[in-house]
């Protein structure tokens, strides 16, 4: 939209017959448009500058005067910028207060889609005939390139004066910007602002001037994201794309910056560690969906941090058990080793009752633990522990010895949460995990009890306990359990030493102390009688091997005298094979006995006791019966002289004569009958209605 020149004013005007005429005096822009025909732009340049400086001395502006030195100033430099004089053309068009976007429009790399043809900017219609009839300052530059052979586009002179004013022209074009957005940056529209910072920010992009370009971000709030994202990827500005998005919340964008800087495809020294502040952004936001995607991608990066965000999010909110087993399988995906650690998060710290995942655990553990022995130093370092154990009595379990004589290894760990977890969980298939146990028998003893245990196989996990391992705590542990080879309390305490609690956190709770019932003393007899009988077979196994023999031997008489009040005699000598010596089973032949006598007699006391209160009882009774007036009829002797008569007795005194009472007899139903009344050793009169008899 042009705006036409103000026209100049005549005081003196000339009435002719036939026509008026007017006096002009020469204006400003006659003068400008005449020196400008003749090419004297310094003439032009002086006379724009007096007509400024007697502008800037009158105290009240005159708005046209000022109009007039603005077209001047914008005709000056857009002639400028038609000869490529940039730094002169930048002066002039900012004095004329030239709308920055119509300077802007001769940057076609730099306006991209921010000026469409449907812009409308106010001009002088004067200045708009005149600006340079180019699209872009390209144009103007190759225009006035001189011709070198063989063209201008590659002739190396020409080339590189191309590019030395094309360099001119972006300095003007930033010159300018700066300029106008300090002095009319807060009074202009923010549809100017926003072309303007834009633009600002490429210029600074592209010119490597770092930091301008991060107190522009900083300032701004009117830039144009898609038209800098391009540019910053270009020239390498990737800080400067992380400050956008950060100032817009675009947490998405922003991640994927970082993911990229991480990756090594871009590189930004001024973001040292991308990688933690992804996870700072995430930590932050707590943003689901978000920490799930990129949480997954981090498990590549550093595991243990990643793993840590998606657990913490998880334990906060329930999730279902689909959600968590398609973010294990992508975990998986992503690291394996960090899928395992994820597995062992859902199974031990969310306590999910999936046995798939129970079972995915185990066989893990167990995976990890034979690829360990395939190590020759830790086979028979293992092996030797075994040995050393079975050859002399020991007051521990072999897992408390195991973990107390083996140098803290991560193969030693490895066995410990193995043993804590199989013991813990009853949800996985112990059918698979003894299979994979089955080939290392000898030296996995202890882990392949546990699973015999699960299975209900107790004879042979008791076999492996007493008779392979020599662990006859364990053994004895595991009948007084009902199955478990390590109860919970010991469980407990031998991870809090090796630091594996979570490991035992899946066992069941110590704290019960619901007393047994009669089916688990049953049980628990049964499977002590079974541990004997796996000592006695033992000892005729290894009757050639007298120290076997001696320990078998030994074990089953410390079994029966610990554990005697759950044994009965009878069965106990059946089982003795007829060469065991007598001393062997004297002390627990002797408690026995004992303790059956000690019970008989025991009995007696407590029947004489008995026997005592009820006396006491019924004394005590009779006592308020007969405060009640309760009496107890008894028939008489039979005589000649009393076949009438009835005697009542008082059977808490004595039968004396001289202690008779008087009752009257009554007849009921054709008999006679006394008094309701008690009386032991009394004299009793009876009266028949006739006269007194006195009975002795």
Not at 127 to 142: F, G, K, L, N, Q
């Amino acid at each position: 939209m042009a705006r036409r020149s103000t026209f100049p004013r005549s005081s003196v005007l000339v009435l002719g017959s036939n026509s008026i005429q007017s006096l002009l005096p020469t204006t400003t822009i006659s003068q400008a448009e005449s020196l400008l025909e003749s090419h004297r732009i310094e003439d032009v340049v002086q006379l724009a500058d007096q007509q400024r400086k007697k502008v800037q001395g009158k105290l009240v502006v005159d708005e046209d005067e000022v109009d007039e030195l603005h077209y001047v100033y914008q005709r000056i430099g857009f002639q400028c910028l038609l000869e490529t004089r940039f730094e002169e053309a930048g002066f002039n068009l900012f004095e004329g207060q030239l709308d920055p976007r119509v300077l802007i429009s001769y940057f076609a790399d730099l306006r991209g889609s921010l000026l469409s043809q449907e812009d409308e900017v106010p001009m002088f219609s004067g200045v708009a005939e005149h600006m340079p009839p180019y699209d872009s300052i390209d144009d103007i530059i190759r225009n006035y390139s001189p011709h070198l052979a063989p063209n201008t586009r590659s002739a190396p002179p020409t080339a590189e004066l191309r590019r030395v004013l094309g360099m001119a022209a972006l300095d003007m074009l930033e010159a300018f910007l700066r300029k106008w957005r300090r002095v009319h940056g807060e009074s202009s529209g923010k549809d100017v602002r926003v072309i303007v910072d834009t633009v600002l920010a490429k210029l600074f992009a592209r010119a490597e001037k770092t930091t301008d370009l991060y107190a522009l971000l900083s300032e701004s709030n009117d830039l144009v994201v898609a038209e800098l994202e391009p540019v910053f990827q270009t020239t390498g500005q990737y800080n400067a794309l992380c400050m956008i998005y950060q100032k817009r919340g675009d947490d998405e964008k922003l991640l994927e910056v970082w993911s990229k800087l991480v990756d090594g495809q871009w590189t930004d020294t001024d973001i040292p560690d991308p990688l933690s502040n992804m996870f700072t952004l995430l930590a932050e936001k707590r943003n689901r969906p978000l920490t799930q995607k990129w949480g997954i991608w981090l498990t590549k990066k550093d595991a243990e941090r990643a793993l840590k965000l998606l657990t913490t999010g998880s334990s906060k909110r329930a999730q279902k058990t689909e959600d968590d087993l398609a973010m294990l399988q992508q975990i998986r995906e992503a690291n394996p080793e960090a899928g395992a650690q994820f597995l062992e998060h859902l199974v031990l710290q969310k306590r999910s009752n999936n046995g798939a995942l129970h079972t995915e655990l185990a066989l893990l553990c167990v995976d990890e633990l034979l690829t360990f022995l395939e190590d020759e130093v830790v086979s028979k370092l293992w092996r030797a522990k075994a040995a050393s154990y079975a050859s002399a009595p020991s007051i521990s379990p072999f897992l408390s010895y195991f973990e107390a004589t083996t140098p803290d290894s991560a193969p030693k760990r490895a066995r410990l949460r193995t043993a804590l977890f199989l013991q813990g969980s009853t949800l996985y298939d112990p059918q698979l995990v003894r299979e994979k146990l089955s080939p290392q028998e000898r030296i996995l003893s202890v882990e392949l009890a546990i699973v015999q245990g699960k299975l209900g196989h107790h004879e042979v996990a008791l076999s492996l306990l007493a008779n392979t391992v020599r662990d006859h705590i364990s053994a004895e542990a595991y009948c007084a359990t009902r199955g478990s080879v390590l109860p919970p309390r010991a469980a407990l305490s031998l991870a809090e030493k090796c630091g594996l609690s979570a490991w035992a956190g899946i066992a069941p709770s110590v704290k019960s102390t619901a007393a047994p019932s009669a089916a688990d003393e049953d049980e628990t007899r049964r499977l002590l009688r079974l541990l004997l009988e796996v000592y006695m077979r033992g000892s005729e196994q290894a009757s050639k091997k007298d120290s076997a023999s001696a320990v078998s031997v030994t074990a089953a008489a410390n079994l029966l005298n610990s554990q005697a009040l759950n044994f009965d005699e009878v069965d106990v000598l059946e089982l003795v094979p007829p060469a065991w010596p007598l001393p062997t089973l004297s002390a627990f032949l002797t408690r026995s006995f004992r303790r059956t006598l000690h019970a008989k007699h025991e009995g007696l006391v407590i029947k004489g006791i008995a026997m005592g209160q009820n006396l006491v009882i019924s004394d005590e009774t009779h006592e308020v019966m007969r405060s009640q007036g309760a009496l107890v009829e008894e028939a008489l002797p039979s005589s000649p002289s009393a076949s009438s008569a009835s005697v009542v007795f008082d059977e808490k005194v004595g039968y004396e004569p001289s202690a008779a009472i008087d009752v009257p007899v009554k007849r009921v139903d054709g008999q006679e009958r006394g008094g309701v009344g008690m009386s032991y050793g009394s004299s009793v009169t009876t009266d028949n209605g006739e006269g007194d008899e006195s009975l002795q």
